[in-house]
């Protein structure tokens, strides 16, 4: 059974520039999630995407975006950096599906992303 | 508004005796509740879940009990171990969204001495 994978595992980007984060989702789940945690902090939901669509999504702005794709792994975009979006995303796999009730979610190893 | 909390920053316990992990939580829509471990540099790891349907679920040396009156959990670990050092993260998630979005506490450092 393959995990979740998250690529790269560092990231060092520049205020204003556009970032893509990639991850593969764990053998036979349908549901992936997206987090940021900040240092000291819990992990914060950014959105969820089931059938290759967002279905849920936190207290974000727009330019946190993201894909889902047919085989079920997921990017997350997002524009415009800023000096706060540094922190560990963190991509999650479940088959929580959309209303399906809850369900373990497992969690990939996390991109560290800094902005300089 | 931190729904879920974790007030309890640290822990230090010796090995083989038990580990009390705490948790709050005030959002009475919450119906399942989980820990998750986390070492440095990895992702959460899922240790155990409990739905609110129960008061108690058991997983080997984890045992995580629910009080649904008080909105409060806590996850056992008997006996520690030093390998078991790491943050522990309480999280929850309501029902009827249609959605899975998971609650995050500020999570608990537990270092368990040999």
């Known amino acids: 059974e393959t995990g979740v994978t998250q690529s790269p595992t560092h990231l060092i980007k520049t205020r204003g520039q556009q970032v893509t984060l990639r991850c593969s989702s764990q053998?036979?789940?349908?549901?992936v999630s997206w987090y940021q945690q900040a240092l000291g902090q819990g992990p914060q939901f950014i959105f969820q995407?089931?059938?290759?669509?967002?279905?849920g999504r936190g207290n974000f702005p727009p330019r946190f975006s993201g894909l889902q794709f047919p085989n079920y792994s997921s990017e997350l975009n997002v524009n415009a950096l800023e000096l706060d979006d540094s922190a560990l995303y963190l991509c999650?796999?479940?088959?929580?599906?959309?209303?399906?009730?809850?369900?373990?979610?497992?969690f990939g190893q996390g991109t560290r992303l800094t902005v300089v | 508004d931190q729904q879920v909390k974790q007030n309890s920053p640290s822990l230090s316990v010796q090995e083989g005796r038990i580990s009390i992990l705490n948790c709050d939580y005030t959002n009475s829509m919450f119906d399942y509740f989980l820990w998750y471990k986390k070492y440095p540099a990895e992702g959460p790891t899922f240790l155990i879940s409990i739905s609110s349907i129960k008061d108690k679920n058991e997983d080997g040396r984890f045992t995580v009990f629910l009080n649904k009156s008080a909105k409060h959990l806590s996850l056992h670990i008997v006996p520690s171990q030093p390998g078991d050092s790491a943050v522990y993260f309480c999280a929850a998630s309501a029902k009827g969204t249609g959605f899975q979005k998971l609650v995050f506490g500020t999570g608990t450092r537990l270092l368990v001495s040999p």
């Open positions: 999650a796999s479940s088959s929580a599906g959309a209303g399906q009730g809850s369900t373990e979610a497992f």
């Open positions: 995407y089931y059938r290759e669509e967002e279905n």
């Open positions: 053998s036979g789940h349908n549901t």
